[in-house]
Each structure stands twice: as C-alpha cells, then as structure tokens.
C-alpha cells in the first residue's frame, strides 16, 4: 500500500490550493478516502471523508463550506479543493483509508502573507 500526496505549498490568506493523493497497492474503488492534517504542535485530525463512489462526502465543521473532497476512482486518486485558506489551515496534509494501517509523506500547506 503506498499514499503519495502532492499539491502543497505557500499561499496567502484566502487563496486556493488542490490537493491530490496517489494510492496504490490495494483496490482503490472499494476503499472509503479521508484526508487528515497535523499541525505543529497538535494530533493528526480527520479533514474530510469520500465513500468509495464518491456520492457521500463528510467535513470537519473547520473546513465545511471551504474545502471540497473527490476522488477519481479510474485514476486511484483522490484530491481535496481547499478555497479561502486561512493561516490556522497550516499543517502537513495525508490521506489514508479506513482499515489501512498505512501514510504516505504528507504535503505542507502553509498559508501566510
């Protein structure tokens, strides 16, 4: 099982970044998606939640309304849209599946003027 996540990077206040997430190693289609975030200092916290379809989706009441979660299930990938960052969306960015004991390296998002 391998998670390779890439779209990080510097940007201002209000500003957007997407996000995606490269699985492999296991039957992408039949595995439900989260995206978490760990700041400096704090736990890893759950960010969002995709079911296998890509119909259901879950958000923390954090990033409701700014952030968006899909996946394409043709490309085993999944990506999180963030919209309007703040700089409290600072943190290492991962995905993971439910059940799959596994991480990939994570992405830095940093948002600062």
């Known amino acids: 099982v391998q998670f390779v996540e890439s779209g990080g990077g510097l940007v201002q206040p209000g500003g957007s970044l997407r996000l995606s997430c490269a699985a492999s190693?296991?039957?992408?289609?039949?595995?439900?998606m989260t995206w978490h975030r760990q700041a400096p200092g704090k736990e890893r916290e759950l960010v969002a939640t995709?079911?296998?379809?890509?119909?259901?989706?879950f958000y923390a009441d954090s990033v409701k309304g700014r952030f968006t979660i899909t996946r394409d299930n043709t490309k085993n990938t999944v990506y999180l849209q963030m919209n309007n960052l703040k700089p409290v969306d600072t943190a290492v960015y991962y995905c993971?599946?439910?059940?799959?004991?596994?991480w990939g390296q994570g992405t830095q998002v940093s948002v600062s003027s």
């Open positions: 993971a599946s439910p059940g799959l004991a596994y």
């Open positions: 190693g296991f039957t992408f289609s039949n595995h439900v």
């Open positions: 995709i079911s296998t379809d890509g119909v259901r989706t």
